[in-house]
């Protein structure tokens, strides 16, 4: 679904990532984690397409990614669920309203979708807050409407940057549960983080790969983990 081959990105004249061959098949489950700077969200968006590589090359279900306009890669992103590190909203609409943009964008109504959007709100225990604003709401519900807008058009991929930064333990295993039972639906999810104990908590769960950025590269990580 997405490839990357000997990619490498450099920013601000360094090297950022070097020689990166990293494929995330149909069905897969990857955690990607490294310390803070290493080039975690930098790798995510060479994935869904928001940044091209300086050397190599990234192709997006079967598509390459440099000989795509615009418009094809945004058709594509439609495929791909994006949880960012700093989740933006539009503040005059409600959380309900943020989370079901996506269908609005997509020419699908919300009305349509009723039933999943009510189950989703549950899941990411945003219920109570329906009708609030995004300024209203605390870092960790607007970490939880990230990854429900995110999921919300049931994509084939989704990746998530740090989805649990925000949020205590019990809400993050809730959510990642939810990623959990997206991946058993046949969906390919990448997660980036920082948490330790997240990770040795899922690998009870899915059967997921832990990639480690270090040194500018991708390399598997041991059993340390």
Known sequence: ????????????????????????????????????????TTLLKLCYGAL???SGDVTLFADDLRGLERDDI???????????????????????ENI?????????????AGDDLTELMAWVGLTHRADALPPELSGGERQRAALARAVIMSPDVILADEPTGNVDWEMSQRLLRLLVELNKMGKTVLVATHDLSLIRAAKS???????????????????DL
């Open 1 to 40: 679904m997405i490839e990357l081959e000997n990619v490498a990105y450099s920013y601000g004249g360094g090297a950022l990532l070097s020689d990166i061959s990293l494929k995330l098949a149909p069905g897969s489950f990857h955690f990607l984690t490294g310390p803070s700077g290493a080039g975690k």
């Open 52 to 54: 091209l590589p300086t």
């Open 74 to 96: 945004a058709m594509l992103r439609r495929r791909m669920g994006v949880v960012h590190q700093d989740c933006q909203f539009l503040n005059h609409l409600s959380v309900t």
């Open 100 to 112: 079901a943009l996506p269908l609005r964008v997509s020419g699908r109504h919300a009305e349509a």
């Open 205 to 223: 769960q899915v059967q997921a790969r832990v990639l480690r950025i270090a040194n500018q590269r991708v390399q598997l990580a041991g059993a």
